[in-house]
């Protein structure tokens, strides 16, 4: 496995070419001092068991499909599935592949490309597929820009599966929380999505105005596809210990918003995460779109251009 990393005044990024996984994001904290706002394990062959898809690169469609595959073309496609449901693009995923190195730029705007061709009927899915992402520093931003092209129609839906902690350390409870979404989709009991969408008012997931994670008496966790609305800002993270606030922008219809209570029993490059370590902002299309016409289609079309481009921005305040 190979490690690049690329920095700028501000930000600092650590990738492996083996999942395209991140593994570091520094950033400094309101007394300068660096954090990574990331969980990354210290070992990169840990990544071979990467279970909870720490930091990395996640398809070709990220999130659940049920039913057993798909029909695209009134063709059905099989995907591999586990009691019907098929997670993250399979076993074999994008997350379990080596990705290769395209270009590493140096400079205050520096970047990363890696890229992967995907052969027709990888892991179930049609088309022969170029995909590629790119990680950049723009300033005090960071951009995470999926593109793919196929030869045939196919469903795509790529996303980062970054742990984010504000403070580098303990629990994401008491960080504040901001989500532009009025609903969310609803899951059966296999946490595939039904087809319909629930609304926010007066649930747990309420966090049209910000505040902490875990401050709602209903709190059990967050493991959600929210439907975002129009404003300008997607989603927002604040930890009053570090200062250190994030905001998130995406092209993208919907976000996954992950909390779980723990994360792999590993070494990681910060302390050991404890309770509710971590928090995902995977954005994305619409889980299960492929089988359920009621949500916006991630159908990408013979020849055209799939781009996912999501910004993390952070400041001090
Ligand atoms: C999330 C998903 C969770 C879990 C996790 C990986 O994206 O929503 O249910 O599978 O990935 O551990």
């Known amino acids: 496995m190979e490690t690049f990393t690329i920095k700028n005044k501000h930000l600092s990024i650590s990738c492996l070419n083996y999942g395209a996984a991140m593994t570091s994001l520094i950033v400094k904290d309101k007394l300068g001092k660096e954090i990574n706002v990331i969980y990354g394990f210290k070992d990169p062959k840990d990544y071979d068991h990467n279970t909870y898809y720490l930091g990395a690169a996640v398809g070709r469609i990220a999130g659940r499909i049920g039913g057993g595959g798909f029909t695209l073309n009134e063709v059905f496609y099989p995907l591999y599935n586990d009691n019907g449901v098929h997670l993250h693009g399979g076993t074999e995923g994008f997350s379990f592949r080596d990705w290769e190195l395209e270009e590493i730029t140096e400079g205050e705007q520096p970047e990363i490309t890696l890229k992967r061709s995907s052969e027709n009927m990888e892991d179930g899915y049609p088309g022969n597929l170029e995909v590629s992402v790119t990680y950049k520093l723009i300033d005090n931003k960071l ?138 902002f995977e954005t994305q299309g619409f889980n299960n779109a492929p089988n359920k016409p009621e949500f916006p289609s991630i159908l990408l079309k013979k020849g055209e251009r799939y781009i996912n481009e999501s910004v993390y921005e952070f400041n001090i305040r």
């Open 143 to 280: 951009s995470i820009r999926f593109t793919a092209e196929s030869d045939q129609d196919t469903y795509v839906n790529f996303t980062n599966h970054n742990y984010y902690n504000l403070a580098g350390e303990g629990s994401i409870l008491d960080q504040e929380l901001y989500m532009d979404a009025a609903s969310w989709q609803e899951k059966d009991e296999k946490n595939l999505a039904t087809g319909k969408l629930l609304d926010v008012t007066n649930t747990p997931f309420d966090f049209r105005s910000p505040r902490n994670v875990g401050s709602h008496p209903d709190f059990k966790g967050i493991d959600d596809c929210f439907s975002l609305g129009d404003e300008e800002v997607s989603a927002g993270l604040y930890s009053p210990e570090s200062g250190i606030e994030m905001k998130v922008y995406t092209n993208q219809a919907a976000v996954v918003v992950f909390t779980p209570e723990t994360i792999d029993k590993k070494e990681y490059l910060n302390p050991d995460p404890g309770t509710y370590p971590a928090i995902c």
